[in-house]
């Protein structure tokens, strides 16, 4: 059985274009994340991160940095989510897939061990983090839900808000893992990168990750704890990145009978 890492990434970002490849200490967000993703037990070759990007000119670059960086690249559509990942599929043939978002690159190694772990003991088609801090949460699919989504989905301009195919499809067996302590639950801190400010937020941890070199949740979520002002940095965002995510997602997909479905946001 092969277990491999889906990253959707595109340079295109209104709101902050080229944002993966930030650079903290002169080093890109996107090598910060693959050294996470590297930490994960279930993955145990580079080769098998593979960035999935789109057709466009202006990703060419991340092309360029799987090569620098020894990982894997796919190139797809740029709005069809669902079918760039069954495309890439049809390429490294994994049997299941940790699905990380280029926007987190803070992602627990540790829950994705878990999560991974619980797919293939359960066969399930997948399983998900919930409860985690707005950007840590992490999920994993098999081949055969991938298959699965992609003969009952309706709408094709998914780049936002895919993920809801996986994890609010009653049409999949889902096991959802909560926070395994209450100290992973904080439903205030925004761990994501959608804005400058949530670039300065995770500039800050990330610079922390890297001088004690522990990527573990426990040690992010200490560092806030040690630093609550940190939270204020880009708190107010999450209100609005809801407002938009609400107004943007309009996802339906259909089963065997054709009856059509609205996933839930």
Known sequence: MKTGVFIPIRLGSR???????????????????????????????????????????????????????????????????????????????????????????????????????????????????????????????????????KNMYLSKNNDTGFGLYFVNNHLLNIKKIPPMVSNHVNDIVRLTLDYEEDFRLIEKLIYEVARHNNYSINFILKKIGENPDWIHINKFRQEENNNRSSDMINLKYQNNEGVEFLIDF
């Open 15 to 149: 709101r902050l274009p080229g944002k993966i490849l930030k650079t903290v200490d002169g080093i890109s967000l996107l090598f910060y994340l693959i050294n996470r993703v590297m930490e994960v037990k279930n993955i145990a070759n580079r080769r098998d991160i593979v960035i999935c990007t789109t057709n466009n000119r202006e990703d060419d670059i991340l092309e360029q940095k799987a090569i620098e960086y020894g990982i894997s690249i796919f190139r797809g559509p740029e709005n069809d989510l669902i079918e760039r990942f069954y495309l890439a599929n049809k390429v490294y043939k994994f049997d299941y897939i940790l699905q990380i978002d280029g926007d987190d690159p803070l992602i627990p190694p540790e829950y994705c061990d878990i999560i991974i772990r619980e797919m293939i003991n359960n066969d399930l088609d997948v399983v998900t983090t919930i409860g985690l801090p707005f950007g840590l949460n992490v999920k994993a699919f098999s081949a055969t839900a991938l298959g699965k989504v």
